[in-house]
């Protein structure tokens, strides 16, 4: 197998290294032969070679069977808004140029961990929902963008075909028939264009999926549900930037965000990362949680390599990370606290 | 004075009488003379007239010292992605035509009904915060918007000018000063060139405003904190869309959502509403909670009248009413229930 391996920045680099000696120790385990290719993305990419996702990174990411990612973004970027390269851009473009248009999120509860939720006992137990966010289109690529010559109008465009909505809406049908069998579609059809299309879009093939349930949900009531009564969803499909905000609100429902991680997969190519950004504060202090990093690779196991066993294992050994303590300082909570580096090694 | 009651749809017209019945008291109370102008908006328009938002509607708005709003919208309008009218557009339209550029949302705590918080106790209370969503801008009102020839290819265009983005944040700036002096930009400036430019114009803004501490936070970020630290937010800024999402996720942290009101203003027109919705499997039942409609005719006696001590008879009666449990079902919690129009007669 060959794995492409994006550390990033801030934390990335911190929390890939742990998933590697994991990787590297289920290989082992189970006779896999896995070799590692590591290229600069981000903030990385742009001091080393001045682009965010450089075309070297790219062919490292054509030519390996799955990408395993950190984290993008460095604050001083954030704060110019004239900046003319950004560490996102690379981000966008990795995501556009391999074609990764759907946008994996679970959301579920550690035993362990629930009681550090924000919210109460009743309402986030037994939380077991996964969200499909389009991640190759809409208000993020749509052209045309900019200002006008004064500087005085800014501009962006959402756009979405008939196409992108299907593929991605076909992923989400799938995965409800494997699940509870209820596809939330969640949109803004009252306001927008792009959102009457996605409607009609999903309603035109769930007869294709005549065991599932559709609802149709505005994303400002999701936006409420997802705090009321999260139990209530199962699997959601939605669009790249409604997908961006719903995805970071649910991620902290669990009370374990630092455990979380993601896949984001097209035709060709298929990528795995924590969902928990670049954390700058923590860099280089080896304290970042890397158990998210280490579950987005048991996801790559199981959807990159059909390794069922393979993810099994990783998991298992995270949860046994976190029964016996064998965590960092952010879910250590006064029993003794282990850097991001111990954590790494007492899984593999 | 003269106010314009736009019922609209669902519970609206019952939580509009309450509202009445609870101005008229106060007129009484503190001799003024009121006048009511009724005008039809929403699905109950378009049934009158095919048109969500009547000229004749618009006119008797237009020759109103401020309008008290109910609820827009109808189940049967939302899953037919092929409506020619549809209720949202009238209240689109009205925010337009009146120029009601702010949206102003106040989030805080009722000590009596705290405990319904999804969230727990520690990180709600005290909980006190105000948005200020842009609403007669962004991809709301955007051209171009529609579909390809084929109807395959769907589009929107979010669109903001300097000039839009200023009048709002400075009553963000000034709404600030009156209050903990701090003011969160929300925005998403590493992928949109329009939050680019809603960044750079407050950023402008800031050093008029020297007092005022400003944070600039990704929208995908402050969806997060919202349930996390809801605590740390004093005034929060932002577009349309972002806000329609956002100050629906605030609205139920509260765990009051029935109570909460709302204005939305601009250079001449004044508007007042329930955040909460038409909520049409309740109407017609006498069971809705009327308290946020008579919350939002306090706020017409501040903001419109300015007449403080109004706007305080009201709260006062509200806060009283909650001690003494006269309140509808959706609060009464086990002690006995009373309906929207008892709640409604005792206020008054
Ligand atoms: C960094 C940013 C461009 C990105 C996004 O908005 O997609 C991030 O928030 C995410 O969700 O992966
Ligand atoms: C009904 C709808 C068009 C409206 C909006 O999106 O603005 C509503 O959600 C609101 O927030 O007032």
Redesign the interface.
């Known amino acids: 197998m060959n794995i492409a391996l994006l550390p990033g920045d801030g934390i990335g680099p911190e929390v890939i290294a742990q998933a590697v000696k994991v990787v590297n120790a289920v290989g082992k385990k189970f006779g896999h032969t896995i070799n590692f290719e590591e290229a600069a993305v981000g903030a990385a990419a742009i001091d080393l070679t001045g682009n965010p996702y450089p075309e070297a990174t790219h062919e490292v990411c054509l030519r390996a069977d799955a990408v395993l990612f950190g984290a993008i ?1 460095d604050p001083k ?3 110019d ?2 900046a003319k390269v ?1 560490p ?1 851009q690379g981000l ?1 473009e990795m995501r556009k140029k391999l074609g990764l248009f759907a946008n994996i999120r679970p959301t579920f509860t550690f035993p362990s961990l629930i009681h550090k939720s ?3 006992l009743e ?1 986030v137990e037994g939380v077991d929902f996964v969200f499909f966010r389009e991640l190759t289109g809409g ?2 690529f ?1 052209e045309p ?3 006008n010559e004064q500087g ?12 992108e909505i299907t593929r991605l809406a076909r992923m989400g049908f799938e995965a409800a028939q494997k699940r509870r069998k209820l596809l939330t579609c969640v949109d ?7 959102s ?2 996605w ?2 879009t999903v ?1 035109e093939l769930a007869p294709e999926y005549p065991d599932v349930k559709v609802e ?1 949900e505005f ?3 999701v ?2 549900r ?3 009564w999260p139990k209530a969803y199962d699997v959601l499909i939605t669009e790249n ?2 997908g ?3 995805t ?2 649910a ?3 669990s009370g374990s ?1 630092g455990l979380m991680p993601s896949a984001s997969v097209g035709t060709e190519n298929k990528l795995f990362e924590p969902i928990h950004g670049s954390y700058p504060q923590a860099a280089g202090k080896d304290i970042a949680n890397p158990l998210a990093t280490v579950l987005s690779a048991a996801m790559m196991f199981e959807y990159a390599f059909d390794m069922k066993a393979e993810a099994q294992a990783i998991s298992d050994v995270v949860n046994k990370s976190l029964d016996e303590g064998i965590v960092t300082e952010d879910i250590a909570e006064g029993s003794k606290a282990y850097k991001t580096s111990e954590v790494g090694d007492w899984l593999a």
């Open positions: 973004g970027y954030d704060n808004p004239k950004r996102e966008l924000p919210l109460k309402r208000i993020y749509g963008r900019g200002r005085t109008k800014a501009f962006d465009t959402n756009v979405y075909t008939k196409e803004k059809a009252n306001v927008l264009a792009t009457r299309l409607r009609e309603q149709y994303v400002d009531a936006a409420m997802l705090i009321q930037l409604f961006d905000i719903l970071d609100e991620s902290v429902i965000m």
